[in-house]
């Protein structure tokens, strides 16, 4: 984790209105850079990763928060509000482009699965809820009544 990524946390969660939606949003785009830093071919280093995170969260908002506590934030509940939050997700794709916010339910849904593989739990509820909801919107509606274009010619233009 480098400074321009804590920089871009922080102003996500400076964004915020009071002190639990910025701890949320903190909570929120940390955890997305996190499970974003997941999808490399390359080994990691969980031990290194999670105390660079540890530290940079100890930091920033001080004892009684981890990365553990992140991700388990944004397993619960309470991480519709944000990511179902206009505000949220234009403060986030405006800071955060590195992360684009059509991944957010891969993330979470990401994050879920890990989470059911701990913890051997449902992961059915809000989040999931949430998850397939997105799922559902972003596919393209059929419509016969839509004329189709001929197929593109074969050879080069």
Request: glycine share 8%.
């Amino acid at each position: 984790m480098d400074t321009v990524i804590q920089e871009k946390v922080l102003a996500v969660a400076r964004a915020a209105r009071n002190r639990e939606e910025s701890v949320a949003w903190f909570r929120v785009a940390l955890g997305l850079y996190y499970l974003a830093g997941l999808m490399t071919s390359d080994t990691i280093d969980f031990k290194q990763v999670d105390r660079d995170y540890n530290r940079f969260i100890y930091q920033s908002l001080g004892g009684g928060h981890s990365i553990a506590s992140a991700l388990q934030f944004m397993s619960g509940e309470k991480v519709v509000a944000v990511v179902d939050s206009p505000r949220f997700v234009g403060v986030f794709a405006e800071h955060c482009p590195e992360v684009p916010v059509d991944t957010i339910g891969f993330l979470l849904s990401l994050n879920l699965g890990v989470a059911k593989d701990i913890s051997k739990l449902d992961i059915g509820g809000p989040v999931l809820d949430w998850i397939e909801r997105q799922k559902a919107s972003a596919k393209p509606a059929e419509n016969p009544a839509v004329q189709r274009g001929d197929p593109a010619a074969s050879g080069t233009l």
